[in-house]
């Protein structure tokens, strides 16, 4: 079972920087303007936003087994439909499917690892910590593909896809003649009574804690998350298109930039779980959101390649620790309530949804250059409610 949610993860890994990677080998394949090519990310994680319900509901209706199965078919299926067809219709359906794939891999894995690793803590850090080799490794893989079969009909982006999507049959099989379970099953308290999923909104308090849907703190830290996630997923679907079509670097390159930016999210995690005990947490957001900022408005706004890459990877280094490190500050009744958890990365989930269309509107009327610079607008608004943030917590 620990095999193949490693693996399974691994793959899932490849698919989160892969599918921004190939957006040029697309739009040049398939004659996309920037605005399909940034709704088809969106699409993703619409995709992955609807797996967090489903993955938490059918294996009360069918079983976890099947749950799994029909779910992770969704990232096989979507990864080969990409290859298939130029309609973007498809290409948003497929895209939609990789983010249920995804989103649904993300939940049992983890849920995998906590019930069978003999170290839950140790078991969880090195399966976020293959995800990100998956993530680190599948822009190689492109570039290898890329070279080797450039001159072939099919396109090194489509042997790209076709070899993940043959690790992904793997992972589902490994999945459907596992151990889990078919049976459908049954939240129960511990006196073995039936007990619902969801808490009354009206419960969600602790002392004069106000409800959440009235708490300002709450809705705060929502908008936080919501401006970070229009950063992240404007970076991760939109950095190589933009390396690559604004001439700033060759196509094999613009498509390694990825796995750097992934490298040093892996680094700044490290190092912002270890700052995180040890300095004001509020603090400690202000400070990951301004070089965030600084860092992105550097990468986009010089031409020399080194004070590019330093942006990149400092953008890749600050950012990492932003979404959890808020997340952390919310009270816990907050955090631990299913209906104000969901709500806020719901709500936080639709600037990744938005953020990629609006720069490839914007890049289709105004150029790229431009349209990737929107993305620092979200930032700056970020990094404002972050300094309002801090200055309440201080009052408090």
């Given amino acids: 079972m620990l095999f193949t949610a490693y693996f399974a993860f691994f793959v899932t890994g490849m698919t989160s920087t892969i599918l921004g990677a190939i957006l040029p080998d697309l739009r040049d394949a398939y004659g996309l303007s920037y605005v399909v090519a940034g709704s088809l990310y969106s699409f993703h994680q619409i995709g992955n936003l609807c797996a967090v319900f489903l993955a938490g509901v059918l294996p009360y209706i069918i079983g976890r087994k099947k749950s799994v199965t029909i779910l992770f078919s969704a990232l096989v299926i979507g990864t080969i439909l990409i290859t298939l067809s130029p309609m973007p219709v498809v290409l948003m359906i497929a895209y939609a499917c990789t983010g249920i794939g995804r989103g649904n891999t993300s939940n049992i894995t983890n849920v995998i690892v906590s019930e069978h690793a003999k170290n839950k803590a140790r078991g969880l850090n090195l399966l976020h910590a293959i995800f990100a080799c998956g993530a680190l490794f599948s822009p190689f893989l492109l570039v290898i593909c890329s070279s080797l079969f450039r001159n072939t009909q099919a396109g090194g982006w489509r042997i790209t896809l076709w070899i993940m999507a043959f690790c992904m049959l793997c992972a589902l099989v490994l999945f459907a003649t596992s151990a889990l379970s078919n049976t459908p099953e049954r939240r129960a308290s511990k006196d073995g009574q039936d007990v619902s999923g969801t808490q009354n909104a009206e419960t969600v308090h602790d002392g004069n804690l106000p409800p959440f849907y009235r708490s300002f703190d709450y809705w705060l830290n929502v908008a ?38 992934w490298l040093m999210v892996m680094i700044g995690r490290l190092s912002v779980a270890v700052l995180s005990r040890k300095l004001n947490k509020s603090a400690l957001i202000v400070v990951l959101a301004f070089l965030n900022t600084a860092f992105f408005v550097l990468m986009i706004a010089s031409h020399s390649s080194a004070l590019i890459i330093a942006g990149l990877l400092g953008t890749g280094l600050s950012m990492s620790g932003i979404y959890p490190t808020t997340l952390s500050t919310m009270h816990r009744a907050y955090n631990t309530s299913p209906l104000a958890s969901g709500i806020a990365i719901g709500s936080a989930v639709s600037g990744g949804i938005f953020m990629p269309v609006i720069v490839g509107a914007v890049s289709d009327r105004y150029g790229v250059t431009h349209g990737i610079s929107c993305i620092a607008l979200a930032l700056g608004i970020m990094l404002t409610l972050t300094l309002v943030k801090l200055v309440r917590s201080f009052k408090k």
């Fill in 224 to 261: 936080i998350l919501l401006f970070y996630l229009c950063g992240e997923s404007g970076c991760t679907g939109w950095l190589v298109t933009y390396f690559k079509d604004s001439g700033l670097f060759g196509e094999t390159f613009a498509k390694l930039t990825s796995s750097f930016m």
